[in-house]
């Protein structure tokens, strides 16, 4: 047994068969090469179109899968013409379809015919699928010259100037590569310097007043600086808002009448008198239960 996974017998020689398919007298494809010998080999085929069986009548699906015999019997220029011959599953009677490459498709030889459904779109209004131009007018031929000029003006003014451009523009950018990049990589350092002030500014200003590291500061610029504004004029509109409506419960709080005012009053002593008897019965009544129930006690 070897690392292949394959039984080599003690009589093998490589050099006289060669492999093990040889040294059993076995094709490498097994038993679709049956018919090797005479040009054949059996293979998967499926129907390309509908058909119906010339022996039983059975009508046979398209896509439906058969064991053929393939075998080439000819070529169109330099493109092999194969044959495919199955067997009905119905009927076990032999049908036969060929390759066309000369029109792209396949045609039933002999024990079956095709079912016809294709579209013809000269009979519905449209044109042949090679013959596209069939019922155009003439060519004008001062048509013709009038656009082909057009298009010779147009590669004069417009697209020869932008391709000037843009080979201009890239000549531009790749003649020297290496002060380009030193050019970018200067505006970076830059850019990162300034970005680094600005860093540490505001860690300052977060230590000073003791606030949170992941707070996020607004940049002094002229966008803030207006919204901030627009922020503090909005906020003492409504404080102003807040102090005309205190006013103005204010002076109708004042304007009471003084009889409704009265009335309140007396109302309000009144009540204060009833409660305060009330109290005070309360608490004669508990002075005497504390007596009576210390007499008891001392007898």
């Not at 007043?209 to 966008?223: A, M, N, Q, S, V």
């Not at 009471?256 to 409660?275: E, G, L, Y």
Request: glycine residues 8%; proline residues 4%.
């Amino acid at each position: 047994m070897q690392g292949s996974n394959k039984y080599y017998p003690p009589d093998f020689d490589p050099e006289k068969h060669g492999s093990l398919n040889s040294y059993r007298g076995k094709h490498a494809l097994g038993d679709r090469a049956r018919k090797i010998d005479q040009g054949i080999l059996i293979t998967r085929f499926e129907l390309p179109f509908n058909i119906w069986c010339g022996h039983c009548e059975a009508h046979i699906g398209m896509g439906v899968r058969y064991n053929a015999e393939k075998k080439k019997i000819g070529s169109y220029y330099s493109t092999p013409i194969f044959s495919f011959r199955c067997k009905c599953h119905l009927c076990s009677g032999w049908f036969e379809i060929q390759t066309d490459p000369k029109n792209t498709r396949y045609v039933v030889v002999s024990g079956a015919r095709q079912k016809d459904e294709e579209w013809d779109p000269e009979e519905n209004g449209g044109f042949a699928v090679h013959d596209t131009e069939k019922n155009e007018a003439p060519v004008d031929p001062l048509a013709t010259l009038e656009k082909t000029t057009d298009a010779q003006n147009h590669l004069t003014k417009v697209q020869a100037p932008r391709l000037e451009q843009l080979q201009a523009l890239s000549e531009q950018y790749t003649l020297d590569p290496y002060e380009l990049s030193r050019k970018v990589r200067k505006r970076f350092r830059e850019e990162k310097k300034v970005e680094k002030g600005l860093q540490e500014l505001d860690d300052s200003l977060k230590g000073k007043y003791g606030l949170p590291e992941e707070l996020k500061l607004i940049r002094d610029d002229e966008g803030s600086k207006k919204e901030a504004k627009e922020e503090w004029e909005k906020g003492r509109r409504i404080l102003r808002e807040q102090s005309a409506k205190r006013r103005r419960i204010g002076v109708e709080i004042g304007s009471i009448p003084s009889s409704v005012a009265s009335t309140s009053r007396h109302a309000s002593k009144t009540n204060s008198k009833a409660s305060g008897s009330t109290a005070l019965a309360s608490l004669r009544t508990r002075i005497l239960e504390n007596t009576a129930r210390h007499a008891s006690h001392k007898r």
